[in-house]
């Protein structure tokens, strides 16, 4: 799914929002359509009811937000060894295999179903994030041969070094996401 359609604006959208189009779509069926048409054009509605359920499912097992915002507190003040035990923890509830890692750029390496990533996360506190680790994990990932690379950071990455992360394909994880993360792997301190 194309990341601005309309589907995938609703599926990050409050879930109630797809039942009120839904809704509409069904009430100006109804109006506009003759009555033997109408149960026809309503139909048209059933996208929006199913990306409503999809959508309310999604966030009715998502944390709220001041759980978000406790994990985020936490991990920013927590030692590299706390936070990336917690990582390891949250990629393998999620069905990683997670290796450490010891070299320039890469902290972490995961692999499902014969997908890898490598991961950088021990700058996740510094305020400032350049462009320089992110060539440290473009190099990792073209030296262990992985599909991906993955930079964790608390702080939002400066224009440039995100413009170079989104050039180069790194996924970057956020101070929302590295939360999101820990939260669903159920083992934050």
């Not at 048209?44 to 359920?53: M, Y």
């Not at 985020?72 to 890692?101: H, P």
């Not at 996401?177 to 934050?188: C, D, R």
Request: overall charge positive; hydrophobic content about 50%.
């Amino acid at each position: 799914m194309a990341e601005n359609s309309l589907f995938a604006v609703l599926m990050r959208s409050r879930w109630w929002i797809s039942f009120a189009i839904c809704a509409a779509v069904v009430l100006i069926s109804l109006a506009v359509f003759p009555k033997d048409i109408s149960p026809f054009a309503a139909l048209g509605a059933f996208p929006f009811f199913i990306v409503g359920c999809m959508a309310f499912y999604k966030q009715l097992r998502a944390p709220s937000p001041a759980r978000l915002e406790q994990i985020r507190q936490v991990v920013a003040e927590q030692s590299w060894a706390d936070f990336s035990a917690q990582l390891q923890a949250a990629w393998q509830a999620e069905g990683y295999e997670v290796q450490r890692l010891n070299q320039p750029g890469a902290d972490l390496l995961l692999t499902r179903n014969g997908q890898t990533s490598v991961v950088s996360a021990r700058r996740w506190k510094a305020a400032v994030h350049g462009v320089e680790p992110l060539r440290e994990l473009q190099a990792a990932r073209a030296k262990l041969q992985a599909d991906q690379a993955v930079y964790a950071a608390l702080q939002p990455l400066g224009e440039n070094a995100a413009g170079w992360a989104a050039q180069n394909q790194i996924l970057l994880l956020d101070a929302t996401a590295i939360a999101t993360l820990i939260a669903k792997g159920g083992k934050n301190r």
